[in-house]
């Protein structure tokens, strides 16, 4: 529900720009991202990157998360992206928060870690699978997967009721 008013907002907001004759600025929590469907044929796909993120439980290993991140047993994992430019993600005890810009098919990100209070830029690839938004993060010799919407239950073999 949430997304279809954002998405009629945005639809007005642009109607109303173009009828003063101004082009539409990108908001900050949409991202286009142009896919290459053959050598000659595009198609132009709008993705939504604000909102609620969960570890993708098909591409990452979740079953290694415990022994890689103390803490994910207990707390899980997830990721939070705000249409302000603030976002946040969190393994176990392991968390970054900061500010973000999404420039292509990267997020640029500023974040502070929760525990050592460091801060250090990371970058976030965007990806599109099955009509949906995938995140890629580099994190020491392993990539990590994110798809967006809210955690599915049972997703790290924990019993969330």
Known sequence: MKRTIALLLTGILCLSLAACGKEPEHLPGTQERTIAQTSEETVRQSIELAG?????????????????????????????????????????A???????TAEGTVIHAQ????????????????????????LEMDYQNMTIYWVYGDQEDDENGTDNT
């Open 94 to 100: 392991e968390g970054w928060h900061g500010t973000y």
């Open 111 to 134: 974040l502070t870690s929760d525990l050592e209070q460091t801060t250090q830029p990371w970058d976030f690839r965007i990806t599109a699978q099955n009509g949906g938004a995938e």
């Open 52 to 92: 609620p993120w969960h570890l993708d439980s098909e591409k990452n290993d979740l079953t290694a998360f415990s022994d890689l991140f103390p803490g994910y047993g207990e707390w899980g994992a997830g990721m939070e992206i705000r249409s302000d430019g603030q976002m946040s993600w969190y393994i176990g």
